[in-house]
């Protein structure tokens, strides 16, 4: 089956800039996750989607970080305006269906963003 | 919310020797541990998982143990080989909400 796709692979962009990075799930998988993984940290979820809804965004800085869902497919997570602490790998993971096995995610190849 | 600690941060074995990495979780009602290896520069993979009704799984030359009392987990790799080196991850879930609460990752090192 076809992996969890994510574009770009690599951004560089200055402080105060904006940036989109896209997600597209496995085919039928109905959860798809945002995680930030700063080096040497593990991935700390931003947000949680069900089918288009959301989930979770708790953890989502929402004066500057924005995602959508549209039509419970592909994803967008936006930034703006970007800090140097943002500086990080972007991870979108999909798993089949919130509460149901199997519960392990399929993870994308991430989006390297470094803000100078 | 949950917090996953891990252990050690960085681990260096000799080819063919056993590597233990730890990690303990604060909530109680996580019930779902996976695991995922990154190797660098790639995306993290899931390798083995339990749930916590069971005690311990194994895939091969991988194992889990699970003390649910305790509110630990490790994963066991024995006969190591040069391809185990990288970045080991344990996470902590309820299913039922599908995120997972990541540890900060052990560096597996592997010398031939």
């Known amino acids: 089956e076809a992996g969890v796709a994510q574009s770009p692979r690599y951004k560089i962009i200055e402080k105060r800039q904006s940036v989109a990075f896209w997600c597209n799930p496995i085919?039928?998988?109905?959860?798809l996750y945002w995680y930030q993984q700063i080096l040497g940290q593990g991935p700390k979820l931003l947000i949680q989607?069900?089918?288009?809804?959301?989930?979770?965004d708790s953890q989502l800085p929402k004066d500057r970080f924005s995602a959508e869902r549209l039509k419970g497919v592909d994803s967008t997570l936006k930034i703006q305006p970007a800090k140097l602490e943002d500086s990080a790998v972007y991870l979108c993971?999909?798993?089949?269906?919130?509460?149901?096995?199997?519960?392990?995610?399929?993870f994308g190849s991430g989006t390297r963003l470094t803000v100078v | 919310g949950e917090n996953v600690e891990q252990h050690p941060s960085t681990l260096s074995v000799q080819e063919g020797d056993s590597a233990v990495i730890k990690c303990t979780y604060s909530d109680s009602a996580s019930n779902y541990f996976p695991w995922y290896k990154q190797e660098l520069g790639k995306r993290p993979q899931l390798i083995i998982d339990i749930r916590s009704n069971v005690g311990e799984k194994k895939d091969q030359r991988i194992a889990v143990t699970l003390n649910k009392t305790a509110k630990h987990f490790s994963l066991h790799i024995t006969e190591t080989q040069p391809e185990d080196s990288a970045v080991y991850f344990c996470a902590a879930s309820l299913t039922n909400a599908g995120k997972s609460t990541f540890g900060d990752g052990t560096t597996l090192t592997v010398k031939p």
């Open positions: 085919s039928g998988h109905a959860t």
């Open positions: 993971a999909s798993s089949l269906l919130q509460g149901a096995a199997p519960y392990g995610y399929t």
């Open positions: 989607f069900q089918n288009n809804g959301v989930v979770d």
